[in-house]
């Protein structure tokens, strides 16, 4: 596709569910980051990867979260045993086709997630 | 550890004015980008405009200014002849040598008809 896409576009799930957010960046795109915004602040950041491998994961709140892109393309944000205060908006950005280099960070439409 | 802040949670300008959006920003590194993005109502993030702190000229983009000051690490954008379709969220960031981005809090623009 022209950009970057997310599904599911909107989640409802109960507390105690799993949820899985998927990514899809630009063909080629060699990084992938993961943000999360809560409403009426600002992003931050999550994750990120270069190809398949998972560069920093810092901004991983706890160990209920977890990110993969088993195949440098598709990722996917899980999060485990959800709660209430995981209810955010989802967002995904891949940048560029050079590693070192300056890549601007191309946003997809975000997943949000409520967690009732 | 870098910071980015926006000082000002909302602004309003009357439409066909000008405004300015303050960002400043924390950091001991030498080479970066700093960003404005706008986050409309729908909430999608869309890229306004770019600077990399090397280049000592001021980017602009139609009526989309920045006044870089890296010594004072200040970084603002300045809306000229405001439109309504400029009110949205503007959010400040900072990438550096991690590539990640980092954020500033957002400053809310109201144009005023």
């Known amino acids: 596709g022209a950009g970057v896409s997310q599904s599911p576009r909107y989640k409802v799930t109960k507390r105690g569910q799993d949820v899985a957010l998927r990514c899809d960046p630009i063909?080629?795109?060699?990084?992938l980051y993961w943000y999360r915004q809560a409403l009426g602040q600002g992003p931050e950041f999550l994750t990120y990867f270069n190809y398949e491998a998972q560069q920093d994961k810092s901004g991983l709140p706890n160990d209920r979260f977890s990110a993969e892109r088993p195949e440098g393309s598709i990722s996917t944000l899980t999060i485990q045993r959800t709660e209430q205060r995981d209810s955010a908006m989802y967002r995904c950005?891949?940048?560029?086709?050079?590693?070192?280099?300056?890549?601007?960070?191309?946003f997809g439409p975000g997943t949000r997630l409520t967690v009732l | 550890a870098q910071t980015v802040t926006q000082s000002q949670p909302e602004m309003s300008v009357q439409e066909a004015e000008t405004v300015t959006l303050s960002c400043t920003y924390d950091t001991s590194e030498s080479d970066y980008y700093l960003f404005w993005y706008k986050q409309p109502p729908s909430r999608q993030m869309i890229l306004v405009i770019r600077q990399e702190a090397y280049k000592q000229q001021n980017a602009t983009e139609n009526r989309f200014s920045v006044n870089f000051q890296k010594a004072a690490k200040s970084f603002s954008l300045k809306i000229s002849d405001s439109q309504l379709g400029d009110a949205a969220m503007y959010f400040c960031?900072?990438?550096?040598?991690?590539?990640?981005?980092?954020w500033g809090a957002g400053t809310k623009l109201i144009i005023k008809p």
């Open positions: 960031a900072y990438e550096g040598g991690v590539y990640q981005l980092i």
């Open positions: 063909s080629g795109h060699v990084s």
């Open positions: 950005a891949s940048g560029g086709t050079l590693l070192g280099s300056y890549n601007e960070q191309f």
